[in-house]
């Protein structure tokens, strides 16, 4: 299964905004009480200008300046209500706004936890992160900022309209007129301003996984002295995402002279009327006023509305990125389970014509069966690329067979839960990944049952699984800082993670070439520790090293899609060397 973020998702900005707006389920009376605040800073905006053309007509005019003062402290009033309103929008959006973002960020990060290896493994670190923090807060910057300023000024616009056909309607209708090209302008214009910035977006989600990525393998290219390819690649990304953001900024800008070119028009257009209206002895210069404050309601709005619509189509843009991730499934369902025939005890994991391939790639195992039986240490050997790790990580559901079944305890590994299966089987990585924290934080991981021991009880549960020597091997014990705050060398990092697995007390424990980084007394101290394990505990180990595969109960040779017992570890060693010198 391809889980490609590169695929498109075109939506609709209505469908994509009924997605969004179930994030805001709990936020109802907020956004209740908003939107009331904003029509009564909408009809304060709409009843603004004709109260200055009454003014004017009855009381400038007229020179009765009496009730000019009285009406003018009404007005100012009406400002200050005005303020409130906007404040209240600000800060009830800005809170909405928030919510919304914890909400979305939880929900993206919470289904790329959901999501199988196959998935890390097409796609990379930055660009998800790019997703997680720069497209969630650019889709909150428009809800908590642009949202509720769009529907003010859509109603403000719809309120003026209302006004000015209902105070002159020739006078109305042909003020309006400039709006309609506008509406053409936005409909044509729309869906390129969209793309672009869809293109933006990646670029820029790609520049931070070439950072992550060349930060991450910095010794790598320090070792090689390659700074001249980290550079070359960064210089890449980076003029790749400029040239993007230019584009993206020009068309977003677009909309900016356009709007404001056909407002002038509209002005000009009410200014030539509205004058000949006023010799006609049809139409006063209260009005008049009055009308131009409306048409500059009406398109002021509309200026704002470009650079609010730019904002809307970024974030639809990246909201369409974060829609691939959520749109996205597991390929690693849990299946009911069935009633098979009896089932062998001895038997913990077996193949049934299992095939696997990687997607878009050869087929790594052909079908295959074999059997393990529980109590016994299983070693997997063979050349690099055989195929030993993609069998460990299929006894381990990492992925799921092409073909085939994998049993573990008689019944199909699919019908255990997550919690289930992996309180099963442990897997030792080569490569073992720490948390930034603690020792102590990184050993309880994933662990429940140590979750909430003091120090004295884990150091208990420590020495009990005769892990105590590894431990004094770290200055500060439970607190050795690691990660950030403290550097531990890889074979530290290795004892760690066997500390973590150990205590977890599998039925399987698969060591994936994980001793490979550790000195031969360390090696010695976690073989002694190993045969403490229960009689029970499968040891299933895919390493190079001789002494630790000599003492393996059956040794399976691994290559070329096929898995062969390979009897003794002298035989194993003849097909290691008639491979390669095949090879």
């Not at 230019?246 to 977003?252: D, K």
């Not at 255990?416 to 991981?445: A, C, H, S």
Request: hydrophobic residues 45%; glycine residues 8%.
């Amino acid at each position: 299964m391809s889980y490609s973020l590169n695929k498109e998702v075109k939506s609709t900005a209505g469908a994509a905004l009924r997605k969004l707006f179930r994030f805001m389920k709990e936020e109802r009376r907020s956004l209740f009480i908003a939107f009331f605040v904003m029509l009564v800073n909408a009809g304060i905006t709409m009843l603004t200008p004709w109260f200055i053309g009454y003014i004017i007509d009855h009381f400038i005019m007229q020179k009765q300046y009496g009730p000019l003062l009285q009406y003018t402290g009404m007005l100012l009033g009406l400002y200050v209500v005005w303020a409130g309103t906007e404040y209240l929008q600000a800060k009830l959006m800005g809170g909405v706004g928030q919510r919304m973002l914890y909400a979305l960020r939880n929900e993206v990060f919470n289904k790329l936890q959901q999501l199988p290896v196959a998935f890390f493994n097409q796609n990379r670190s930055g660009d998800l992160i790019s997703r997680i923090n720069n497209d969630t807060d650019t889709v909150n910057q428009f809800f908590s900022q642009s949202l509720m300023r769009f529907m003010d000024n859509i109603f403000s616009m719809v309120g003026v309209a209302v006004f000015v056909l209902s105070i002159n309607w020739k006078l109305g209708a042909a003020s309006l007129v400039p709006a309609v090209f506008i509406l053409l302008f936005v409909l044509v214009i729309g869906p390129w301003v969209k793309k672009k910035n869809a293109i933006s977006l990646k670029a820029n989600g790609n520049l931070s996984a070439d950072i992550q990525e060349g930060l991450h393998n910095f010794k790598t290219i320090i070792a090689f002295n390659r700074r001249d390819y980290f550079r070359k690649k960064f210089a890449t990304a980076n003029e790749e995402n400029y040239k993007t953001a230019i584009t993206a900024g020009i068309a977003n800008n677009l909309f900016t002279p356009v709007f404001g070119f056909f407002s002038n028009i509209a002005q000009l257009i009410v200014l030539t009327l509205g004058i000949y209206f006023i010799l006609e002895g049809s139409f006063t210069l209260g009005l008049l006023i009055s009308f131009i404050s409306y048409v500059q309601l009406f398109y002021q709005p509309l200026r704002e509305l470009a650079a609010l619509w730019a904002s809307f189509q970024t974030a639809m843009a990246a909201w369409d990125r974060i829609a691939v991730i959520l749109s996205l499934q597991s390929n690693l369902p849990v299946v009911g389970h069935t009633a098979s025939s009896p089932v062998n005890k001895n038997i913990v994991m077996a193949f049934k014509e299992v095939a696997f391939q990687y997607p878009d790639g050869k087929e790594v195992l052909h079908p295959i069966n074999f059997e393990m039986e529980r109590g016994k240490t299983y070693a997997l050997v063979g050349p690099t690329g055989g195929g030993k790790s993609t069998t460990a990580a299929l006894i381990a559901r990492l992925y799921d067979p092409t073909e085939g079944k994998v049993l573990l305890n008689g019944r199909d590994i699919r019908s255990y839960t997550t919690e289930e299966r992996t309180n099963e089987i442990g897997f030792i990585l080569q490569e073992p990944f720490l948390f930034t924290g603690t020792l102590k934080d990184n050993i309880v991981y994933g662990n429940p049952e140590l979750y909430g021991l003091t120090d004295e009880q884990l150091l208990k549960a420590i020495t009990e699984a005769g892990l105590g020597d590894l431990l004094q091997r770290f200055d500060a014990g439970l607190h050795t800082p690691l990660g950030a705050g403290g550097a531990v060398s890889l074979g530290q990092k290795q004892l760690i993670a066997f500390i973590r697995a150990v205590l977890r007390a599998p039925k399987i424990m698969i060591l994936d070439e994980a001793t490979a980084n550790i000195d031969t007394i360390t090696e010695k101290l976690l073989d002694g520790i190993l045969k403490k394990l229960p009689a029970a505990t499968t040891l299933i180990v895919i390493a190079h090293r001789l002494n630790t595969i000599e003492n393996a109960d059956e040794i399976f040779f691994v290559n070329d899609g096929a898995i062969v017992p390979a009897g003794t570890l002298e035989h194993a060693m003849d097909l290691l060397l008639n491979q390669k010198l095949a090879s």
